[in-house]
């Protein structure tokens, strides 16, 4: 079952309080939170997932711990409601999580 946009909807707005810019790009039915065109959060299934950084591990050690799709590593369920928890976790994402690397160009045919 994918994600629901009003549940992305959702999360945007829980987001919004934040210093940040965020978009969000539909991915296989899911979806990929961006923050300053940084990819910090997974939305797969309505439920958030933030990778299992060091730098927030003190943060989320009572978070539940899950894997987003089949296949992927372990993340942390993030809160979004918690708006105390959100305003510590994404600012710390957001400066350890680089920008991702350019696409190279297609080859013409």
């Known amino acids: 079952m994918g994600s629901t946009i009003d549940y992305i909807e959702f999360v945007m707005d829980q987001l919004d309080r934040l210093p940040f ?7 296989f039915g899911e979806y990929c939170v961006y923050a300053n065109d940084k990819p ?5 299934d309505n439920r958030v997932f933030v990778k299992m950084l ?6 989320l050690s009572e978070a539940d ?7 992927a590593k372990p993340h942390y369920v993030l ?3 918690d ?8 600012p710390l994402l957001e400066s350890n999580t680089p920008l991702p690397k ?3 160009p297609k080859a013409k045919k």
């Open 83 to 90: 708006a105390a928890l959100l305003s510590k976790v994404i």
């Open 79 to 81: 809160d979004v409601e």
């Open 40 to 44: 910090i959060i997974l939305v797969c």
């Open 102 to 104: 350019p696409r190279k």
């Open 21 to 27: 810019v965020f978009r969000y790009k539909k991915m």
């Open 54 to 59: 060091p730098c927030i591990e003190s943060l």
């Open 65 to 71: 711990i899950d894997t987003p799709y089949n296949g």
